[in-house]
């Protein structure tokens, strides 16, 4: 078998195919063949960490591990990059939504928040709707990766992560660090008390959430499912929505082939069908 360029561990396309089926049955992430490098590089350092021998030795002890090495397995492979206000037009789609919501608590689902940056927006959304630092919304956020929620959790950005920001919000809802905390940021503790971090697998059969919600944001995560994945975590979502509820998709995220169960209303945000025809 052939070594794909690579010095310090062997690493074969059968390791490269052990590796995408793992992860396809964990978490519902394809990797394309273009990924064998970024294969190669995020799981050398855990074997050079566990000091072992090879791709071999480390998968074989992966499929043999209950939680632990599992969790170091996904959190190497997924991919969180994400930013405050990504895909801005989103946000203002929400305000509106969040003021047209009947009075009382009203939910919200950043279903694969990565580090942070999207349910913060979201709260920061919610805060500027409302005019005030507790609006009447909690936030859930969870992720498949627990160490991008406990970065999360903490809420500390390198303050380029905050640049595009208007220094009215910059202002509002960071705390500029000094001294040893120059260079960085933190949430402010009104907008940390609205969101609750927790970790969720999309693909798991049961999902530890309950009731329902006025929004779910399930961004830039369908891209790594293929289409039958995609369409099953669909369905599960839209169980969890409001009749009236809106489900946001990433920028390059069509839902088209679940047409039975979500309509487009808007550029990447669509709402129940269901709800839709008891609406018309
Ligand atoms: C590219 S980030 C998107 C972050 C944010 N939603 C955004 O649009 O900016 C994708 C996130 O999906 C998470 N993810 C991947 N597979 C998942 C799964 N099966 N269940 C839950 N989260 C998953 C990754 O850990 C990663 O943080």
Redesign the pocket.
């Known amino acids: 078998m052939e070594n794909i360029g690579h010095t310090e561990f062997t690493f074969n396309s059968e390791d490269f195919e052990r590796v995408r089926k793992l992860i396809h049955a964990r ?3 394809s990797l394309a063949d273009s990924k064998q490098n970024l294969v190669y590089s995020r799981l050398s350092r855990r074997i050079r960490k566990l000091g072992m021998r090879g791709f071999t030795q480390y998968l074989d002890f992966l499929e043999r591990s209950h939680g632990e090495e599992w969790t170091e397995f996904t959190n190497a492979l ?6 405050f206000f ?2 801005a037009h989103h946000f203002d789609i929400l305000r509106e939504h969040l003021l047209s919501q009947p009075a009382g608590k009203i939910r919200l689902w ?5 580090t942070g ?2 349910p913060y927006s979201m709260a920061i959304t919610a805060c500027e709707a409302f005019n005030s630092e507790c609006p009447p919304v909690e936030i859930i956020a ?4 627990t160490q ?1 929620l406990e970065k999360a959790a903490r809420g500390v950005y390198s303050i380029d992560r905050i640049a595009g920001l208007s220094k009215e919000r910059q202002k509002k809802h960071f705390m500029k660090g000094g001294g040893p905390n120059a260079g960085q940021c933190r949430v402010k503790e009104h907008l940390r008390r609205m969101v609750t971090f927790r970790q ?4 798991a059969p049961s999902w530890h959430i309950e009731g329902q919600f006025s929004a779910i ?1 399930c ?3 369908m891209i ?1 499912f293929d289409k039958d994945t995609q369409y099953r975590v669909i369905a599960k979502l839209v169980r969890h929505l409001n009749p009236d509820g809106l489900l946001f998709a ?1 920028h390059s995220e069509s839902f088209f082939h679940a047409a039975d169960l979500v309509r487009s209303c808007g550029k990447t945000v669509y709402r129940p069908v269901q709800n839709m025809k008891e609406a018309s």
């Open positions: 978490a519902g992430i997924t991919t969180n990059l994400t930013s990504r895909e950043s279903a694969a928040s990565s940056e999207e969870t992720d498949l990766d991008v969720l697998n999309l693909l944001f961004r830039n995560v790594y990433g």
